[in-house]
């Protein structure tokens, strides 16, 4: 039976494609080199080990949506579910095969993971990807043949803030998407109409700098 492992080798920016995506290089090895592997329908689930990394002051200000005050990150810095992907591998002879693991990226601020990323100045984002799944494959003297993949297969791999921030930007130069309940746009939506506000910044603006003043006198 085909004894599988995987490492993650790196990860790149997909160009041009619907939504911002990266490409994790996925190294899949089997032991047992001599049964050839027909097919691997592989499950991921990429997890974001929070725990596995430093915070600067201005990091630990941006987290506390996510995990409150420092002071209690002792009992609310646990990992975060990133997303779940799957990959069809094509058959491969002997000890193993690369493969792309296209991992789609949402921009969206009232998703955890995207509120972490973006609260990252420098440095990594610790990674844990979890495996499961199919393989078919056809041992030395047999016909073809099916077994599970353990559920302890797994790969860390830390991706580099600044790939995640070059991906942004490349898709979103300049700007980022937030996400509003209908009766808010509804009202911000008027105001603009009614005042004959051109953009949406230029809205918000408007609305905002009392309370951004009293921000910074805080």
């Not at 094509?90 to 609260?119: I, M, R």
């Not at 440095?123 to 099916?146: E, H, K, R, W």
């Not at 995640?164 to 009766?183: A, I, K």
Request: proline share 7%; with cysteine.
């Amino acid at each position: 039976m085909p004894d599988l492992s995987f490492q993650i080798a790196g990860a790149s920016v997909v160009p041009f494609a619907v939504a911002p995506t990266l490409a994790f290089k996925l190294q899949i090895s089997n032991a047992a080199a001599d049964e050839a592997i027909h097919t691997v329908a592989l499950r991921c689930q990429i997890q974001i080990d929070v725990a596995r990394r430093r915070y600067s002051p201005q990091e630990q200000e941006l987290m506390l949506d996510l995990f409150g005050v420092p002071e209690r990150w002792s009992q609310t810095l646990r990992s975060l579910l990133w997303t779940n992907v799957n990959l069809v591998i094509p058959g491969f002879p002997g000890a193993g095969t690369v493969a792309d693991l296209h991992v789609p990226c949402s921009f969206d601020f009232n998703v955890a993971a995207t509120k972490y990323f973006a609260g990252l100045t420098d440095g990594d984002i610790p990674l844990l990807f979890l495996f499961s799944g199919t393989v078919f494959y056809v041992p030395p003297d047999g016909a073809l043949q099916v077994a599970p993949i353990s559920w302890e297969c797994e790969a860390r791999f830390k991706l580099a803030v600044k790939v995640w921030r070059e991906m942004m930007d490349s898709y979103y130069p300049n700007s980022v998407w937030l996400n509003l309940r209908r009766d808010v746009f509804d009202r911000l939506y008027r105001y603009k109409i009614q005042q004959g506000i051109p953009t949406w910044e230029e809205a918000l603006e408007r609305v905002l700098p009392g309370e951004l003043e009293a921000m910074e006198r805080s």
